[in-house]
């Protein structure tokens, strides 16, 4: 699992600080890419530095440009929405709360994703 975020180190190791333990194997900050969100620069890296195949990656994101890039990348998206409204799409599912998603739902979405 990794965490991709356009925000730099600085804010994602401050923000990681209060997270005991750090459930992430690779952390991206836009300081560790060329192009940041919506380039998928940053999921890319990711994949490549948890040796998988992004195709069969599963992307969480809250907003349009993190989309955008999630997309872009070729993962499988869930958009968790919370300032702008994002459509559903062939590569993403919109849910309206985190509470909202099952192993069961994703189980079923990956089987006819």
């Not at 991709?4 to 600085?10: E, F, I, K």
């Not at 599963?58 to 300032?83: F, K, Y």
Request: charged letters at 25%; a negative charge; aromatic letters at 4%.
């Amino acid at each position: 699992m990794a965490l991709v975020s356009a925000s730099p180190r600085a804010l994602v190791d401050a923000a990681l600080s209060h997270v005991k333990p750090i459930p992430f194997k690779a952390t991206i900050s836009s300081d560790d890419v060329l192009n940041t969100k919506p380039d998928p620069e940053g999921y890319l890296k990711a994949a490549r530095m948890l040796d998988v195949d992004i195709r069969n990656s599963l992307i969480l994101e809250d907003s349009a440009t993190g989309v955008a890039a999630a997309r872009a990348s070729g993962a499988r998206v869930i958009a968790v929405p919370h300032l702008v409204e994002i459509e559903a799409d062939h590569q993403t599912k919109v849910i309206n709360s985190l509470e909202d998603l099952s192993v069961d739902l994703l189980r079923e979405w990956f089987i006819n994703w």
